[in-house]
């Protein structure tokens, strides 16, 4: 069979991504911290792009009226600035995106991890110790009991039992791995060697004498003097009751939210939160110097590539705030009677009913509602917090995860703290309520919530 080279036309679709098209989607997924981050950038980086120190805020025209001002689909075809751009805001290599600044903490999980793989032990030991430190929570505890992580794992109990007491409990942090708090303070005594017996036989005999700060009874218990029993109190409180408290994440943080809902008369009216925000407008200087430079020299080529980075930066900065507006305007539409009444009639939904509404795609509402913040009447809530699906009641209808998480809240907020409630306890309250949920769902949702189960919550110290 002969080859031989031919020529033919084919017609198909393609999706190219363009470094405006990237920039604009990249936008849209920012916080707002993150976009002034990036405005700065930007500002460093741009000659042609200034912040408009002259405009006032309470004169300029809102958003969507400035919007239709600038024509953003005209702009796409428009003569002077089409060519295509590279813009100083990407993420190649030594040009770091602006998530790449965000410093990473290291975890408990990954701490002992670390560990474990500096140990000198066999694989078999290796496979339970991280079934063990998976098993751990953020507090340090061990949540599984070894008989259900050996049943997992096919192996024996006392295999799993001799790598948690040998070789995961003799790791930094002390404490960590204990089942209980009584067995996470004496691991920190023996760890530090104290050297005085008496710490030793209040933690493991007397933490009730601790816990109704019975102090003469425990002196009594002790067969020790007043003196003896406060410096061994003393010594008991400085021990850390969650070892791995020193690795959680993230510590409190103050939410400025991106956008305001407000009631007006029966109305709910969406407003942007632009303030800390700069405007930003074209260097006049730089612009109108092109009139005079001649045609195809290269600092009028540079200019014009400068000016139209900077116009599409601004734009794209309209579009993100006119995307926001849009997709909350939608969520309002949907949630009128959470925003009367309260988190109980939360309405169930999903990206798709809001990107349906608006006219959009469901990973541009999912760019769109992460990491920005919406002010209500019953709250700051981030807007991806009213995509949560729903859950079947009995009545036919359903309710969204986010009120019964709040329902899981209440009926534990509600218990004898003597006698919590288990997660099968509070399934069966929910059922009485309508509520039609398994057992495992209510544990991701306590476990969501961070809320011990029922056995931690019936200790304390």
Same mark, same amino acid.
């Given at each position: ?33 993150? !976009? ?75 701490? !002992? ?18 079934? !063990? ?24 109990? +006392? ?24 067995? %996470? ?58 070892? #791995? ?9 103050? =939410? ?18 632009? #303030? ?85 795609? +469901? ?26 699906? #729903? ?14 998480? +709040? ?8 218990? +004898? ?7 099968? %306890? ?24 961070? =809320? ?10």
């Amino acid at each position: 069979m002969a080859l031989e080279t031919r020529l033919y036309h084919k017609l198909a679709q393609q999706l190219v991504m363009t470094p405006q098209l990237q920039q604009a989607i990249k936008m849209l997924q920012l916080s707002k911290l993150e !976009l002034v981050e990036a405005i700065q950038h930007e500002l460093e980086e741009n000659p042609l792009l200034e912040e408009d120190t002259e405009a006032r805020e309470e004169e300029e025209a809102p958003v969507e009226e400035r919007l239709s001002e600038e024509d953003w689909d005209s702009y796409l075809s428009a003569s002077e600035f089409d060519k295509p751009v590279s813009t100083t805001y990407r993420d190649k290599d030594g040009e770091a995106g602006f998530e790449s600044f965000t410093p990473h903490k290291t975890t408990l999980s990954e701490h !002992l991890l670390w560990q474990l793989g500096l140990s000198d032990i066999d694989n078999k030991t290796l496979e339970v110790g991280e079934a !063990l430190i998976g098993n751990i929570n953020e507090d340090g505890y061990l949540e599984s009991s070894t008989q259900e992580i050996a049943d997992s794992l096919k192996v024996d109990r +006392d295999d799993v039992e001799n790598v948690l007491t040998d070789v995961v409990q003799g790791f930094d942090p002390p404490g960590v791995g204990a089942r209980d708090l009584k067995e %996470c303070l004496l691991l920190q005594i023996r760890a530090l060697g104290t050297g005085n017996p008496l710490i030793e036989k209040v933690v493991s005999d007397c933490l009730s004498f601790l816990e109704k700060r019975d102090y003469k009874g425990l002196a009594k218990a002790l067969d020790a003097t007043m003196e003896d029993v406060m410096l061994t109190v003393k010594a008991v409180s400085a021990l850390e009751p969650k070892p #791995g408290r020193p690795f959680q994440q993230e510590p409190a943080t103050y =939410i400025i939210p991106d956008v305001y809902v407000f009631k007006v008369g029966q109305e709910y009216v969406v407003m942007p939160n632009e #303030g800390g925000i700069p405007r930003l407008k074209l260097n006049e200087f730089y612009k109108n110097s092109l009139n005079g430079m001649e045609k195809g020299a290269a600092s009028k080529e540079y200019i014009q590539d400068k000016a139209r980075s900077a116009s599409w930066f601004i734009k794209s900065i309209l579009q993100r705030q006119r995307t926001i507006c849009k997709a909350t305007e939608s969520i309002v539409k949907f949630q009128k009677e959470f925003l009367d009444k309260g988190i109980m009639y939360l309405r169930p939904m999903v990206l798709r009913d809001v990107a349906e509404d608006i006219g959009m795609h +469901d990973s541009t509402i999912s760019r769109v509602t992460t990491n920005k913040y919406v002010y209500t009447p019953q709250g700051i809530f981030e807007l991806k917090y009213f995509f949560g699906g #729903g859950l079947n009641c009995s009545n036919g209808e359903s309710a969204a995860s986010g009120s019964v998480k +709040d329902m899981i809240k209440r009926i534990i907020e509600g218990e +004898d703290p003597k006698k919590p409630y288990s997660d099968e %306890c509070i399934m069966d309250l929910l059922k009485r309520s309508g509520i039609e949920i398994a057992r495992r769902t209510v544990t991701k949702y306590r476990e969501a919530m961070r =809320i011990a189960s029922s056995s931690r919550r019936a200790r304390g110290f």
